[in-house]
């Protein structure tokens, strides 16, 4: 999954990003509000973590200014607790609200609801055949068996798992897969599907010529 960042304290930036990312997701920065309305409104995100207090622009006037042409889903952390701050950014179109100091563990949770929501998936857990992926909990067990799999490998699972019964391109996953520096060659997709198919069985993912993957 890919996940937008928007927050100007260059130390939070750098620990949420780490966090995020070794979580298996991909990450894109922006340290202002400008630059996070450019990437949001020219990338494509699964969800995006948005600070309020923030240069140029400030959160209110991203959400403003991205909606409703970008629907993703939108977290926002702030140190300002009041009821009138939280109701204001809820009624731009903020979908969540966390306020600093905020636990990791609590921002991963939030996340991972925001992205099932978002792909209208209310459970946490999906069975496919033998296959159960538990997406609160981040693994996948086969006949009850847990099956390690690299976060790339996850990543691209839990992506094909939420749009079930849906041809989802090639495009679309480095999209949602890879975030805005990452350069690693095309066919590594084909190599992360491979494995899937050795790990969780062949018939599993099936592969539509020229148009992309999916789960039945």
């Keep these: 999954m890919r996940l937008l960042l928007i927050e100007d304290d260059p130390d939070l930036q750098r620990t949420l990003a780490t966090s995020l990312r070794e979580e298996g997701y991909a990450v894109d920065t922006a340290s202002d509000g400008v630059e996070g309305v450019r990437k949001a409104l020219t990338g494509t995100y699964d969800t995006m973590v948005l600070d309020v207090m923030l240069p140029r622009l400030d959160g209110w006037g991203v959400l403003e200014t991205i909606r409703p042409a970008v629907p993703t889903p939108v977290l926002m952390l702030t140190a300002r607790d009041t009821v009138p701050d939280r109701i204001k950014g809820l009624d731009l179109g903020a979908d969540d609200y966390l306020t600093k100091p905020f636990d990791i563990d609590e921002l991963l949770a939030r996340l991972r609801a925001l992205i099932r929501r978002s792909a209208g998936r209310a459970s946490t ?92």
């Design 125 to 216: 857990t999906h069975e496919l055949g033998d296959v159960v992926i538990d997406t609160a909990a981040r693994t996948v067990t086969r006949a009850g068996e847990e099956i390690a799999l690299t976060p790339r490998e996850y990543s691209l699972f839990e992506y094909l798992a939420l749009h079930r019964g849906e041809v989802v391109s090639r495009a679309d996953l480095y999209d949602h897969l890879y975030d805005e520096d990452d350069d690693s060659l095309s066919n590594l997709l084909d190599v992360h599907v491979s494995n899937l198919r050795k790990k969780l069985g062949h018939d599993l993912i099936t592969t539509r010529r020229g148009h992309g993957y999916s789960i039945a």
